[in-house]
């Protein structure tokens, strides 16, 4: 129905930058609202954040002022630029979408912040 691939993870210095991604296979219209999450090993699951078709956008306080959440609904795709990298940002990056009551995941990205 809904696939969702996440892409942009990597190796990167703290301090650093990345700029995560996350295509849908169907039209972002369809897309109520997007967000990122994360889950670092032996961690529990963490809201990053989140953005609505309009645009209203929602952060977790260890995002707030460092990462920015963006969407292009003609591409399809949902952005978390993330800025001033720290090591306990590292952890496999999720993205989700709500397609009307239904939940959806991609596989995720791996981000290591590392000197």
């Known amino acids: 129905q809904v696939q969702l691939v996440e892409s942009g993870g990597g190796l990167v210095q703290p301090g650093g930058s990345l700029r995560l991604s996350c295509a849908a296979s169907r039209s972002a219209d369809s897309l109520n609202v997007m967000g990122w999450y994360r889950q670092a090993p032996g961690k529990e699951q963490e809201f990053i954040a989140r953005?609505?078709?309009?645009?209203?956008?929602n952060y977790a306080d260890s995002a707030k002022d460092r990462f920015t959440i963006s969407r292009d609904n003609a591409k399809n795709t949902v952005y978390l630029q993330m800025d001033s990298l720290k090591p306990e940002d590292t952890a496999v990056y999720y993205c989700h979408a709500f397609v009307g009551s239904y939940s959806y995941w991609g596989r995720g990205t791996r981000v290591t912040v590392s000197s």
């Open positions: 953005i609505s078709k309009g645009g209203s956008t």
